[in-house]
Each structure stands twice: as C-alpha cells, then as structure tokens.
C-alpha cells in the first residue's frame, strides 16, 4: 500500500472538504442561471399565446388566425436572433399555417403534454422549448396552437458556464492542494524537529531535548510532554546506575570482608578459641550479606514493576508485638524501655506482608539508633477517621539536611560517626516505595541527639 506523507494527508482532507464545499457552491449557480433562463424562455413564450390568440378574429365566414403584418416580424421571419416559432393546426393536427421561419421545418404536437404544459423537444437538429393549447373561436374549438423558442443560446451559455466551472474546480483544488501543503509543511515543522531530535537520542545521550515551538499549541503539549518522559527516562537510568553502583559496593565489602579473615586463618594454625571467634565473625558477615541481598531483591521488584497488592485485613496490633518479639534479644542488650500504647484493636484493608516490610524497618531501625537504656514509644491512634501509627526513639537522630537524602538507597545519616552501628542504607528507602504502593501516608521528624518520629496514616 503507497503511504502518503503526513504534510500531503492534510492537504489531500483540506482540499476534498474544501472541493466538495465549491461543488455544491458551483452546482448551485449553475442552477439558479439554468432556472433564471428557462424562466425567461417561459414567459416569453406565454406572452408570444397570449398575443397569438388575442390576434384571432372572424371576418366573414372566414377565419382570420393572424395579420400578415404579423409574419414580417423579424422573430416570425428569421432564425437569427431571438426566433419564435409559430404554427396552428386543425383539429386532425394538420398544419394550417405557420411561421415563415419554420421554412420547410414543423413543430410536432405532443399528445402525452397537457395543454399549456412546457417542456423541451427537438425540431430537426435544434433543442427547442414548446408550448401547445387549443384555439378556441367563439368558444368552439377549431384547432390548436403551438408556439416555441430556441434553446440554443441558453444552452450555449450553459455549456460554457459548465466548462468554465469544471476547469476552475480543478484549477482551484490543484492550487488550494500546493497552498495547502505549503503551509501543511509549516505547521509541522515542530514534529519533524521532534522527529529528528528523537533519533539522536540514545540512552547514552539523554540530555538533548526537543525545542519547543513557539506558540502553545497542541504542539507544544506534545513536545513538553516528550520531554518530561525523557527528564524522567533520564533520571531512572541514573538511577539504576547509581543503584547498580552502590549495590555492586555493599555487596563487595561482606565478600572482601570475608575473604580477608579466611585467609588469615590459613595462613597458619590458631587455637579453637581464635577459630571459632573468626568463624563466627564471618557468619556474622553471611547474615549480613544475606540481609542485603534479601532487601536488594525486594528493591528490585518494586523498581521493575508494580507489586501484586493482596489487599485482606490487616491486624496491626499483632504485626507490631510479632516485631517486637523479634528484636527482643536487641532490646534486651540495649535495655531499652520500649512502650506499646494501643487504644484498642486496630484493623486496616492491605497488604499483610508488605505492612509487615515496614514495621520491620521502622522499629528495627528506632531500636538501632537507640542508645542503651534508652526509649521507644510506639503509639497507635484514631485521628479524622484515619489509623495513625506513630514510632518514636530518643536516639542519635537524623540532621535536618539528611531528612530527604535518607530516603535514597544505600545512603546512612551520620554512619561516619558511629561506625559501630552496622546497616545497608536501604531500610526507609524500602519504607517509602512500599508506602507509596499502598497509599499510606509516611512522615519522619528527627532531630540530632534528640530522637526520631516516624508517622504513618493508614486509610
């Protein structure tokens, strides 16, 4: 199948609307001028009838059809210029006279035309227009009259009228077709610059964007649009690249980690005691390399597509006791006060394990920047028809510049400053994708040396 350019597509439906508006612009002319002169045609013959049987009179015994003076009339007597054609028939339709310009011609009486009807016919090779009714004398009919007029002339003025009419349709769709496609071909202009910026874009290339077109257009929405997609094209694959980055670095310092203390083990025999404290130290390495990999896949899947909500009722105040009971060997080493304040039992639509995800995250994290002997309040509530849980520690806090940074992966708030609190930097990262894909509303407050707050509002 040919394919038609854009530019010539437009042109191609402009001009068809615009040909098929001339059409009938045209074809109503032609009727009016058609109609105006077949009106001029009718009412000339009616007055030729009228005059005709006004002229008839008895003079004697003997009828009298028309003067002789009449006959030498120039429309009577030539062909030339305006001819009436006259001629009177008897009852048996035989002539009894006509005019002198019918020379050896005659017009035909109609048997299936009502009287006084007009209508066109022939007369030899010549379209005429004909009148016929019956002539009456002293109310007795003695024959019939017919009178015509020529139609060459209209039709001559109609048969060019026609051709000039079809040569200026087609001369003025081929002109309104370049005009049309002339300024076809500048309204596009925006999309071929589209066009062509989007072929040099590649993916190691994303900083080029499409020019905007001056006026604001639906233009203009497209090519903002096109480039709001590749401001956020661009800022996914730095994403990714930072993420592969910082993920290929957590995950070499466990294995490089590990591997050091192994081969300082080899290098020659140690008692049990050294062993099993190495050993253990390692392990300890495996668990955290473990716990990495578990939250980078979790990572992974909500980067690449949209978790499968099981959207069921959700017993909030289990999930926290069931974390608590989980740390409480952390608690317990850090002998830290921790305070559960329910008002009642609280019940929310979600995901049941995805919430679990975020309290993990949540109060593991309050009870790791505790200090020892410190305390965490965790309080749910009803406010304004909404479930609101609220995780409080009194820990080492967070810096107001690191508040939107923390939320990043592998990024730690003041890691350098405790290097003996071990973790990936992807925790509340993990918190606030998921919270995001289930609609809770996520709020952290901190201050350093003061605390942390994190408030979380279930629909």
Not at 78 to 88: A, H, K, L, R, S
Not at 356 to 365: F, G, K, P
Request: charge should be negative.
């Amino acid at each position: 199948m040919v394919q038609i350019s854009f530019k010539n597509r437009i042109a191609l439906n402009y001009i068809i609307t615009t040909g098929l508006l001339i059409l009938v612009v045209f074809s109503l002319i032609y009727s009016i001028v058609k109609h105006t002169a077949y009106s001029h045609i009718d009412e000339n013959l009616k007055i030729e009838i009228k005059n005709h049987l006004a002229e008839i009179k008895v003079v004697g015994d003997k009828v009298v059809l028309i003067d002789e003076e009449e006959w030498t009339e120039r429309e009577h007597n030539t062909v030339d210029v305006n001819p009436v054609f006259v001629e009177f028939l008897d009852l048996s339709k035989n002539i009894i006279e006509k005019a002198p310009n019918l020379k050896t011609q005659t017009l035909e009486f109609n048997d299936s035309v009502e009287d006084y009807e007009l209508f066109d016919t022939k007369m030899g090779d010549h379209t005429i227009r004909q009148i016929q009714v019956p002539l009456h004398v002293k109310k007795k009919q003695i024959g019939y009259i017919i009178v015509a007029m020529s139609l060459a002339d209209s039709t001559m003025v109609l048969s060019n009228l026609f051709d000039i009419m079809c040569l200026s349709f087609l001369a003025i769709l081929l002109v309104l077709f370049f005009i049309a496609r002339f300024f076809a071909g500048r309204s596009i202009k925006p999309i071929n610059a589209i066009i062509n910026t989007s072929k040099i874009i590649t993916k190691d290339n994303l900083k080029i964007r499409i020019p905007l077109p001056k006026t604001q257009d639906e233009l203009y929405i497209l090519a903002t649009t096109i480039n709001n997609l590749l401001n956020r094209i661009e800022d996914a694959i730095e994403r990714e690249k930072q993420f592969t980055s910082d993920a290929s670095h957590e995950l070499r310092t466990p294995l490089t980690v590990i591997k050091g203390t192994l081969e300082v083990l080899i290098r020659k025999p140690r008692d049990n005691s050294e062993y099993e404290e190495k050993i253990n130290y390692c392990i300890n390495e495996v668990d955290h390399l473990n716990m990495l990999v578990d939250q980078l896949l979790l990572m992974a899947r909500f980067e690449n597509q949209k978790q499968n909500i099981n959207t069921e009722s959700v017993y909030l105040n289990s999930i926290i006791l069931d974390v608590l009971t989980l740390n409480s060997g952390k608690i317990s080493t850090k002998n830290l006060d921790v305070k559960f304040d329910a008002e009642q039992d609280f019940y929310i639509q979600s995901d049941n394990f995805l919430v679990i995800t975020i309290m993990r995250n949540i109060i593991s994290n309050a009870i790791k920047y505790s200090k020892n002997s410190g305390e965490v309040l965790i309080l749910l509530s009803k406010e304004k028809g909404k479930t609101i849980c609220k995780i409080s520690d009194k820990g080492i806090g967070i810096a107001k510049g690191d508040l939107e940074a923390i939320l990043n992966p592998f990024f730690r708030s003041n890691s350098t400053d405790h290097p003996e609190i071990k973790g990936t930097g992807l925790g509340l990262s993990i918190v606030k994708r998921t919270t995001e894909l289930l609609d809770i509303q996520f709020k952290i407050e901190s201050e350093i040396e003061v605390g942390t707050t994190v408030i979380l509002g279930f629909n």
